[in-house]
């Protein structure tokens, strides 16, 4: 009955801490509007644009001067909808992913203590550089999400022989490589840490 207690009282910490960081990151997104800076910025915008129609999207003479990942440009392609409003929809997703991130990062500590899963979701959530990676337009934060969530499921895989959970574990995976091609080396390494903790 303690242990539980307890738990839930940790859960309450991260949850509040997670809930105040969000509070705050939507604060400074609507203040920085629709402003953007950087020209990393400007080509993930650029290419967004090319996700309106299969044809633009994969034309030869797209690739001619262009060697960007698609996936990032594909996550801000569904919030054109928004129109002029495009980047501040994507800033609001992003201080969701920012909190999924924290709670994910805990719930990865939870299997050392439920105080290092409490401490790490809240140092996560009140990190500038999550707070950055709100404002920013930029593929880290979506990168982030889907290596960790990628990991949490591996391991729950792992856990439980859940083919459902592998599915989508190697989903996420792929879809990590398609926001950053680099991420393979991430994904080599966490796939190698799930199969040796299996054996």
Request: glycine content about 10%; overall charge positive; hydrophobic content about 60%.
């Amino acid at each position: 009955m303690q242990g539980l207690a307890s738990r839930s009282r940790s859960n309450g910490i991260r949850f509040t801490a997670v809930a105040l960081a969000a509070v705050l990151q939507i604060a400074t997104v609507v203040y920085l509007g629709t402003s953007v800076s950087g020209g990393d910025a400007y080509t993930y915008i650029d290419l967004a644009d090319d996700w309106r129609s299969l044809s633009a999207l994969v034309a030869p003479d797209a690739f001619e001067s262009n060697f960007w990942p698609a996936g990032y440009p594909g996550f801000l392609a569904l919030f054109s909808w928004a129109g002029s409003g495009q980047i501040l929809a994507t800033r609001f997703a992003q201080v969701a992913l920012a909190a999924a991130v924290a709670l994910m990062a805990g719930r990865l500590a939870d299997r050392v203590s439920w105080t290092a899963g409490t401490v790490t979701s809240v140092v996560v959530a009140i990190s500038p550089t999550a707070l950055w990676a709100v404002w920013a337009i930029g593929y880290e934060l979506l990168l982030g999400f889907l290596l960790l969530a990628g990991l949490l499921l591996a391991l729950r895989a792992s856990d439980s022989g859940s083919r459902f959970a592998a599915l989508f574990a190697g989903l996420l995976f792929g879809l990590a490589l398609l926001v950053q091609f680099r991420s393979l080396l991430a994904v080599i390494a966490l796939v190698g840490i799930v199969s040796f903790r299996v054996r």
